[in-house]
Nanobody, 125 residues
Framework: QVQLVESGGGLVQAGGSLRLSCAAS????????MGWFRQAPGKEREFVGA????????YYADSVKDRFTISGDNAKNTMYLQMNRLKPEDTAVYYC??????????????????WGQGTQVTVSS
């Protein structure tokens, strides 16, 4: 099983930036597709973005495209989510997740088997 730990959340003003980290560990952890999701109060968990197993390709939800960037450091088993030009509607708990199929980057939460505990991001207007 893979253990994922997010960090870097906090309170920021609209227009500001934050960088989230997702550190992965586990007995059988190998390079695999990873994703970021978020969940606001009263809403369903939604896809934010994903990165392919080799770090070459990234995918984003339309709502964050051109503002958020996903990157990975396989040597550190860590994935990052750089969030720029934050908006109040970005307020949510952000989760990282590892894909069931290590070579498939998908938008559905069902495609991910291991999840972190989440980190709160709050954007004030």
């Amino acid at each position: 099983q893979v253990q994922l730990v997010e960090s870097g959340g906090g309170l920021v003003q609209a227009g500001g930036s934050l960088r989230l980290s997702c550190a992965a560990s586990g007995r059988t952890f190998t390079a695999r597709a990873m994703g970021w999701f978020r969940q606001a109060p009263g809403k369903e968990r939604e896809f934010v973005g994903a990165i392919s197993w080799n770090g070459v390709t990234t995918y984003y939800a339309d709502s964050v495209k051109d503002r958020f960037t996903i990157s990975g450091d396989n040597a550190k088993n860590t994935m990052y989510l750089q969030m720029n030009r934050l908006k109040p509607e970005d307020t949510a708990v952000y989760y990282c997740a590892s894909a069931r199929n290590p070579y498939e980057s998908k938008r559905s939460p069902d495609a991910y088997s291991d999840w972190g505990q989440g980190t709160q991001v709050t954007v004030s207007s």
